[in-house]
Nanobody
Framework: QVQLVESGGGLVQAGDSLRLSCAAS????????MAWFRQAPGTGREFVAA???????YYADSVKGRFTIARHHANHTMSLQMNSLQPEDAAVYYC??????????????????WGQGTRVTVSS
């Protein structure tokens, strides 16, 4: 069992930066695949970035070069550094985890554990 809690969302201006964090508890952390998804009003849950236990990272084309995912094993947290934010990045961002997730399907929203989300608003 894993419990996930996101933090760091807020209101920023276009071109600015934010860093989101996801705190994990309730089970072992290092063996889990971790990911960030986002959902804007009227849309489905969209893949953003994923981090595997071996250090591999994957990014959606829409954020590659602007966002960076990282794991911080000492305190069981994961972060998402978001730079050059644009209005289309505005959404509720969700943290996800899965101990047995297949690497082939890193982009699918079929993870076993989810946080409640943190809202990111970008003004122009």
């Amino acid at each position: 069992q894993v419990q996930l809690v996101e933090s760091g969302g807020g209101l920023v201006q276009a071109g600015d930066s934010l860093r989101l964090s996801c705190a994990a508890s309730g089970s072992t952390f290092s063996d889990y695949a971790m990911a960030w998804f986002r959902q804007a009003p009227g849309t489905g849950r969209e893949f953003v970035a994923a981090s595997w236990s071996d250090g591999s990272a994957y990014y959606a084309d829409s954020v590659k070069g602007r966002f960076t995912i990282a794991r911080h094993h000492a305190n069981h947290t994961m972060s998402l550094q978001m730079n050059s934010l644009q209005p289309e990045d505005a959404a509720v961002y969700y943290c996800a985890a899965d101990r047995r997730k297949s690497r082939t399907y890193y982009y699918t929203p079929k993870y076993d554990y989810w946080g409640q989300g943190t809202r990111v608003t970008v003004s122009s």
